[in-house]
């Protein structure tokens, strides 16, 4: 009967053992959910493949091509939680201010409307709309999904997205040398704003800070190909219509998201 009794004993305790243990390590308790997205980050363009007709536009030793510079952005996205391995979204991303920016010097004088030495200048806004898929690390607990302690948890993540984006090159204008090459002279070769809508695509890939509550936080990097953007026609100093500037829009993104679950 002693012996009986320290059994039952022993289980007894090592039953409250694993009971104890089991509730002292989080517990990642997936739940199919709704979400929203905000973010912020920034976007930092590569060369843009600009070209011009140099039947029109003045040949220069320095060329066209460049990068069309920085700009922030913001996002606002709505999505599904399908299941700890899947997500999607649509997604939207306001890029308010790329400047392109490309002093040229000029051998071309017997260009119609020669113009000399110059900086030329245009600003590009790209703002896209997205359809998005996400692969989750949380899929696999232990191997790409981490507990880092007090109900947090990591996990990694990549994601690609198809849409469109809508790009707009506007206050498009040279600024000429005078003589000295030292004063800015006249600003030149003025054309109207343009818009233009292009297929577009993107790829991200990151980390999710998250827990059982109805926060989650996210950062990354996204490549971001929004198309071809082009300028207008038309030469409004000489009143003439002439071959549009054209390029490809294609940047390195860096971004933080704040997600709001409404199922916990």
Do not use: C
């Not at 003045?58 to 700009?71: C, E, F, K, L, M």
């Not at 490309?102 to 051998?107: A, D, E, F, L, W």
């Not at 790829?203 to 936080?217: Q, R, V």
């Amino acid at each position: 009967m002693p012996k009986i009794k320290q059994s039952t004993l022993l289980v007894l305790a090592l039953n409250s053992g694993l009971a104890l243990a089991g509730t002292m390590g989080p517990t990642d308790n997936f739940t199919h959910s709704p979400y929203v997205k905000l973010g912020s980050g920034g976007s930092y363009s590569m060369k843009a493949g600009i070209s011009p007709d140099h039947q029109t536009w003045d040949t220069s030793p320095q060329g066209y091509n460049a990068d069309v510079g920085n700009t922030a952005l913001y996002s606002a996205a709505f999505g599904y939680h399908i299941s700890s391995l899947l997500s999607g979204d649509i997604q939207y991303i306001y890029r308010p201010s790329y400047n392109y920016e490309k002093y040229q010097t000029s051998s071309a004088a017997g260009t119609a409307n020669f113009s000399g030495n110059k900086t030329r200048y245009f600003d590009l806004q790209s703002n896209s709309l997205m359809a998005n898929a996400y692969l989750h690390g949380r899929e696999y607990p232990g191997i790409l999904n981490r507990a880092l302690g007090q109900g947090f948890f990591v996990e990694p993540f990549i994601g690609g997205g198809l849409g469109v984006a809508f790009n707009t090159v506007s206050n498009f204008h040279s600024v000429s040398q005078t003589r000295s090459g030292v004063n800015r002279g006249p600003v030149v070769a003025m054309i109207l704003d343009h818009e233009r809508t292009s297929l577009a695509y993107q790829f991200s890939a990151g980390l999710n800070l998250y827990n059982n509550t109805h926060f989650n936080l996210g950062a990354g990097y996204r490549y971001y190909n929004g198309g071809v953007f082009t300028s207008e026609n038309y030469l409004i100093e000489h009143q003439i219509t002439v071959p549009p500037w054209k390029g490809t829009l294609q940047a390195n993104e860096f971004f933080i998201d704040l997600m709001y679950k409404f199922n916990a």
